[in-house]
């Protein structure tokens, strides 16, 4: 079975800390996502990684960056952080970029909830 | 532009009744269709998918979906539904593409509660 693991389950951070969310997956995907998730907005799409060292930013961006130095690695970054950044943070991966639709399954992580106080 | 729509934040069903959870889209082309399940302090899990072919797809848990490509719609279903069945529910389209990918688009989800 395909593992992606988010580091914390619960983070309490303060403003204006910088933040490292840590997501890594145990089968050579080579696309990983971002989201967070909010009551009555679903997930919305914050970064995504089709390759290491390549990063495309989602639907909500700002306030976030990302790191990719490893294939099996995904690092989203509040570079200061703020309270309106609570939330749930879910991590994901999915096979390849270009592969055909029915192997194109998103895999996610347990989720992290992070309180900014 | 791509979407698609939940339109009931809460599903209640007693045990061993149908259930339905709503889904319309909206895409330009072919549309590419999910349903996740997320359970309670847990991410979310894949049950089934349309790609192509045979309107009624079947998924994990006796779950199946019904493509209405009339309606624009995507509706999850099962013909008993037990209490652990009680989660959020997540439709999703397959959205515009990337460089060289593709990028899902979610519904804002449906809590179904099922009552023993």
């Known amino acids: 079975d395909v593992k992606v693991t988010q580091s914390s389950r619960y983070l309490v951070k303060r403003t204006g800390e910088k933040v490292f969310l840590e997501c890594v997956q145990d089968?050579?995907?080579?696309?990983m996502f971002w989201y967070r998730q909010d009551p009555g907005l679903g997930l919305r799409l914050i970064y995504f990684s089709y390759d290491v060292k390549m990063k495309e930013k989602g639907d909500i961006p700002e306030g976030y960056s990302v790191s990719r130095e490893k294939k099996e690695r995904f690092s989203l970054i509040l570079e200061s952080a703020s309270t309106n950044q609570t939330s749930m943070y879910l991590c994901?991966?999915?096979?390849?970029?270009?592969?055909?639709?029915?192997?194109?399954?998103?895999?996610f992580g347990a989720g992290t909830r992070l309180s900014v106080l | 532009a791509q979407s698609v729509a939940q339109p009931e934040d809460q599903v209640n069903v007693a045990e061993g009744n149908p259930l339905t959870v709503k889904c319309t889209y909206s895409v330009s082309g072919n549309p590419y269709l999910f349903w996740y399940v997320q359970y309670p302090n847990r991410g979310l899990q894949f049950l089934l998918k349309?790609?192509?072919?045979?309107?009624l797809v079947k998924g994990s848990y006796g779950f199946e979906a019904e493509f209405n490509k009339s309606q624009t719609s995507f509706h999850l279903k099962k013909p008993s539904a037990l209490v652990s069945d009680s989660a959020l529910y997540f439709c999703a389209v397959r959205g515009k593409i990337w460089t060289g990918g593709f990028k899902t688009i979610f519904g804002a989800g449906t809590r179904l509660f099922v009552k023993a």
């Open positions: 994901a991966s999915s096979l390849t970029a270009t592969a055909e639709l029915a192997k194109n399954i998103q895999y």
């Open positions: 349309y790609i192509t072919g045979d309107n």
């Open positions: 089968m050579d995907h080579e696309n």
